[in-house]
Each structure stands twice: as structure tokens, then as C-alpha cells.
């Protein structure tokens, strides 16, 4: 009577992009994070110590964020010019549209 164990699955940590307010795997967003000098970077390895918050890598969802004052609100601080410069510089290079956003969900959700 020996039962045949299933594999778990295992857990894919879910975070919020602060500008659409869609949830997905954290692998899927880009992090931003508040350093202890309170200037605000992109954060590749999401491991920097600091406040952090989530966008989609997508020009649409930077765009919203940098447009008002999300970035700021969810980092608890106020984002300097050369801040802002560098992530709108960081957003240039990434994709236009939302399509590569409505298949990372669909990804995430398989």
C-alpha cells in the first residue's frame, strides 16, 4: 500500500507592479529599491537592502510610474532628478507595448 508521493510545487513568490496593480512572479517584475542615501535604482538581482517596489518591464507601466508620483509614494521618499533621469534612461530600453506583459501573466499563471 504504498502510496506514489507527488512532487511539490514550489512556491513562486507573487509581488503587485505598483503602476498597473497586476500581480505576478517576482522573477517576472523589475525591482526598485531605496538605498540607505535615499536615492532610488533599479535593482537586477532584487537582493539590494531597502525599501523595494515592482514594475512590469514594460515602457507602458514605467511611463505610468514616472508620470506621477508612484515611484516615490511606494519608496516612502522623494525621487531626485538624477534618480528620475536614470530610470527613464533605463526605460528606454525596454519594450514598447503591453503585449510582452499579457504573456508574461499567462505564463505566470501556468
Known amino acids: 500500500m504504498s502510496k506514489q508521493q507527488q512532487p511539490r510545487r514550489k512556491h513562486v513568490p507573487q509581488r503587485t507592479c505598483i503602476a498597473c496593480r497586476q500581480s505576478g512572479g517576482k522573477r517576472g517584475l523589475t525591482r526598485l529599491v531605496r538605498t540607505a542615501d535615499g536615492s ?3 535593482d537586477p ?3 539590494q537592502p531597502g525599501r ?3 514594475l512590469h518591464p514594460t515602457q507602458a507601466c514605467w511611463k ?3 508620470d506621477g508620483r508612484m515611484i516615490g509614494r511606494a519608496l516612502r521618499t522623494q525621487v531626485s532628478k538624477e534618480s ?3 530610470l527613464i534612461a533605463y526605460m528606454a530600453g525596454l519594450p514598447e507595448g503591453e503585449e510582452e ?5 499567462s ?3 501556468a
Do not use: F, S
Open 40 to 42: 532610488v535604482e533599479v
Open 45 to 47: 538581482t532584487g537582493k
Open 52 to 54: 523595494g517596489a515592482y
Open 64 to 66: 505610468r510610474a514616472l
Open 84 to 86: 528620475q533621469a536614470a
Open 101 to 105: 506583459e499579457d504573456a508574461q501573466t
Open 107 to 109: 505564463m505566470d499563471e
